[in-house]
Structure formats: structure tokens, C-alpha cells
């Protein structure tokens, strides 16, 4: 095998063991495009292959990339981002809810910037067939809310025992039909009342506070990628792509204490710690130039079979199943005057396909807490999910190569609502409704063996507005809300 293939390889390699990407992603939990110059033309790359990231989307593209090294960092901020709760919760006579219901108020999470590594090698084995390596983060979930617990009003108190003289509920305390159970606070806002001391045989079904949430609240998804894309030429207009993926992810949930009562395996749920899933799956591409000013390409990427998250079986469906979704993408390239491209991806994943992502959150979760265990309980086949649907994006880039020296890019890519709004609940862990993206960029060829990339993404905020779920909170709406910017700058080496 060739030294700087094998070096390459080694290096990703490494890398990928070593180095965790832990964002959020444009697209649902995937980023908006791979390698810079894709990423300044709104991530099109289907049909435009420009460096050894273009495998990320097509690994047909690497068949016509010189033998070259990428090497590139992402700065990532998906800030502003949160959620907001609407005081339209349903009260009783006594002014006290009849539910449980997410506190008032506007809340940021926290941890607003990421670093994102990226790298690709490719060799040209021969006229006809190419061999590389890619390693590339694919998005993720973060959010850390720490001003207060998320689901504070949720933890279970059917015929607890309250805070009081002589262990009875004080005056002006009311539990509600499904079993929480509140007094009114000094702001005129109802507030939980529980005793974690008092005993089960006592009547407490939350002992020691086991239901009681925490802060901080949120989760952190950490995806690595690794792909080895092989070409094979049919002629020199036309490339097919194979390449074998392989995938690390770990998760860690905190705060979701009150969803222990929800669960199959309540001891699975939350505050667990880090867990990791290793998986893998197939990715195939082709890229035709059809003339001299009009290319073709398509891809598919499998859904990659992914581990179970054992420490969170109880959390997400099928027991703690976490597959990474199916990718398709179509795309074209026109050059509109032989300095001037434009190019078009038509993207399509398949969220839905995946239970722990696109069951809803809007089910009836009562018999659960009341130990009718089934399906439908977290953890289960058919339990909460994040209610996502299949995605569409749109991508629609631009090129000018200005000079030997400079090409100036730009590109926008809209995507597919996420989810209905009766999905916004668990979404407070993963507000993905960013739809717009907006991007500019730059090469300057240093040499005819170096070059070096820029580029900037800007997704201005988009919201989930009047969310409701009418199924654990009742009649209370509210909204999720994210902004994001990404600039991203990279080392292209040809050798």
C-alpha cells in the first residue's frame, strides 16, 4: 500500500478514536454539508465534488479529487436556543393545575460554542479507481439547561404525603386527577410539594426524590464518522462510489428524572453518565458528467445499525435503540460560463424510520405512571420519541472562480418543518427547528499544491411556535426556539 495512504489512514484513524464532535446540526441532528468549500456553497457536493469530504454526501465524488490531504476545524454556535412555556396552563377552581406543566418563562441552554475537526485523504490508485478515507462529525444534540429543571412540575404524587404539621397536605395544597400535587408559591404560581423522606408504605410514591428533576437539564449526543470510499471509473465521464461507514456515538441525559416514572426500566433513564454505541453501515454514490457544462450525481447511505445505549434503554424506544438514519441525495451542476457554476442537492432523510426519533411524544404515558407497563411506556417498541418526520432539504450553491488564485462562493439551503407542534415537548432537549441556512465563502490557491478554504453559515433563528401536548401537559402551549452560526476553515494539500 502507498506510504501516504497508509499514513492517512492511520492518521484518521486515530483521530477518530480520539477526537468527540459534539454539536447540533441544521438539519435535524446532520450537518448542512461536509468540507468547506461544500459548506460555503450551502453544502451542494452531489454533483460538485470540490475536496475528500465530498465523500461525506457522495463517495462517487472522490473519483475525480486529485491525490490530496483535507484538513479542517469548525467553529459552531447553535445560540441562541431554548424554549418558552406559555402560562395557558389548565388551572381548577382553586386556581391550581390540573396537569403537569413546564414553569413559565424563557429559558437559554447553555455551552454555545463547539470545535469541530474534520479530515480526508484520497489516493489515485490508477486511471480508473481511487481509494480514501474520510472522518467527519454528522451534527448531534446539546442543550444544558441550568436555571431550573425543565420538568420540575412532573414528578408523581398520587396520595403523597406532604410537606406539613403533621405529615397532611397544608392549607391550599391540591392534587390534581393524574396525581401531582402543588401549593401556591409567594408569586402567585403554583409550586410542587413533595416530602422525599416520607416512606411508600407512607403513601409516597416518589421516595428519596427519585422522580423529583434536577438541574442541569438536557442531553449531549456525540457522533464520529469514518469513511472508506473506493471509485471505480467506467469511463472518464462517469464514477461509481462505494464506501463502508463506520460510527461511534455516545449519549448522556441529565434531569429527566420525572420520565423514570414513564419507563420500562426506570434505572435507565437519566443522570446515568456517558454511554457509548458503535455501528456501521454502506454508502453508494455515482457522478456522471453528462457535458461539458451539465454533471449528474446520487447517493444513498443505508441507515447505519447502530448499538443499543444499554444506560438509556429506559429512555429511548426499543430499549435503548439508537440507528442513525437513512440518507438520500440528487444533485446537479451547471456551468453557466466556464468560471461560473451553479449547483442544486435535493436532500431526503429518513427520521422517521427510526423509532427512538420519530415516535411522538403526544401519547397517554397515565397507565405507565399507575404501573400499567406496555409498548407504549418509555422504552418500549412504540415509546416517546421526538415525533420527527422524513426531511427535505433544499440546497441551491454558486461558484466563481475569479482568478488562478481566488474562487468566491455562496449558497442558501431551506429545510422541512422537523416536527408538528404537538411534538414540542421532548423537543426541549433537542430544538432542531432551524430551516434557513445562508453561506458565503472563499479558496485562495496558494500554490499549485496548497490551497486554503473559508467559509461562513448563518442560520438565523426559527421557532416551533405554540407547541402543545395535550397528552402530559394539558391545554399549555409554548415554543422552541434556535439560532446558529458555523465558520469553518480548512488546509487542502495536494500531493
Not at 430 to 457: E, M, V
Request: hydrophobic fraction near 40%; charged fraction near 15%.
Amino acid at each position: 500500500m502507498n506510504q501516504h495512504l497508509q499514513r492517512a489512514i492511520a492518521l484518521g484513524l486515530i483521530s477518530g478514536l480520539t477526537i468527540p464532535t459534539a454539536v447540533l446540526a441544521s438539519n435535524g441532528y446532520f450537518a448542512f454539508g461536509w468540507g468547506t468549500p461544500s459548506k460555503a456553497m450551502g453544502g451542494v457536493a452531489t454533483a460538485l465534488p470540490q475536496d475528500t469530504l465530498v465523500t461525506a454526501t457522495n463517495p462517487a465524488g472522490m473519483g475525480f479529487i486529485d491525490t490530496s490531504l483535507d484538513i479542517g476545524v469548525s467553529f459552531f454556535s447553535p445560540s441562541p436556543r431554548g424554549y418558552e412555556a406559555n402560562d395557558d396552563y389548565a388551572r381548577n377552581a382553586q386556581g391550581f393545575p390540573t396537569s403537569g406543566f413546564v414553569t413559565p418563562g424563557r429559558y437559554d441552554s447553555d455551552s454555545d460554542w463547539f470545535l469541530v475537526p474534520s479530515m480526508g485523504y484520497n489516493h489515485v490508485l490508477n486511471d480508473q479507481m481511487t481509494l480514501g478515507i474520510s472522518i467527519f462529525g454528522n451534527g448531534g444534540m446539546n442543550t444544558n439547561y441550568k436555571e431550573r429543571p425543565v420538568w420540575e412540575n412532573f414528578a408523581g404524587a398520587p396520595n403523597q404525603l406532604a410537606i406539613g404539621p403533621g405529615m397532611t397536605p397544608p392549607p391550599g395544597t391540591f392534587a390534581a386527577p393524574n396525581g401531582f400535587l402543588f401549593t401556591m408559591g409567594p408569586d402567585g404560581r403554583p409550586v410542587p410539594v413533595t416530602d422525599p423522606n416520607a416512606t411508600p408504605q407512607q403513601g409516597n410514591v416518589n421516595p428519596g426524590g427519585i422522580f423529583t428533576a434536577t438541574t442541569p437539564t438536557g442531553v449531549n449526543l456525540e457522533q464520529l464518522f469514518v469513511e472508506i470510499p473506493f471509485t471505480y471509473k467506467i469511463n472518464k465521464q462517469h464514477s461509481l462510489g462505494i464506501a463502508p461507514v463506520f460510527a461511534a456515538q455516545s449519549f448522556e441525559a441529565k434531569g429527566l428524572e420525572p420520565f423514570r416514572q414513564m419507563s420500562l426500566y426506570p434505572d435507565a433513564v437519566s443522570n446515568n453518565g456517558k454511554d457509548w454505541s458503535y455501528g456501521y453501515g454502506l454508502h453508494l454514490g455515482w457522478v456522471g458528467e453528462i457535458n461539458d457544462q451539465l454533471t449528474l450525481g446520487a447517493s444513498y447511505r443505508t441507515k447505519l445499525w447502530m448499538s443499543d445505549f444499554d444506560d438509556y434503554k429506559g429512555l429511548f424506544a426499543d430499549e435503548g435503540n439508537f440507528d442513525i438514519p437513512a440518507m438520500l441525495n440528487l444533485g446537479l451542476a451547471f456551468k453557466v460560463q466556464p468560471n461560473i457554476t451553479l449547483a442544486f442537492d435535493w436532500q431526503r432523510i429518513f427520521y422517521n424510520e427510526i423509532n427512538s426519533v420519530g415516535n411522538s411524544n403526544n401519547v397517554n404515558v397515565m397507565p405507565c405512571m399507575m404501573g400499567i407497563k406496555s409498548d407504549s411506556c418509555l422504552g418500549g417498541k412504540n415509546g416517546l420519541g421526538f415525533g420527527w418526520d422524513d426531511m427535505d432539504i433544499f440546497k441551491l450553491g454558486a461558484r466563481w472562480d475569479y482568478d488562478e488564485r481566488f474562487s468566491f462562493m455562496a449558497g442558501a439551503s431551506y429545510a422541512s418543518d422537523f416536527a408538528p407542534d404537538t411534538e414540542g415537548l421532548f423537543n426541549v432537549m433537542a430544538p432542531a427547528t432551524i430551516q434557513w441556512t445562508f453561506t458565503l465563502g472563499a479558496t485562495y490557491r496558494h500554490s499549485k499544491s496548497d490551497s486554503f478554504n473559508f467559509s461562513f453559515a448563518w442560520m438565523p433563528e426559527a421557532t416551533l411556535d405554540e407547541g402543545s401536548n395535550a397528552n402530559i401537559t394539558g391545554s399549555q402551549t409554548g415554543s422552541l426556539y434556535m439560532e446558529q452560526k458555523d465558520i469553518e476553515i480548512s488546509w487542502n494539500h495536494r500531493f
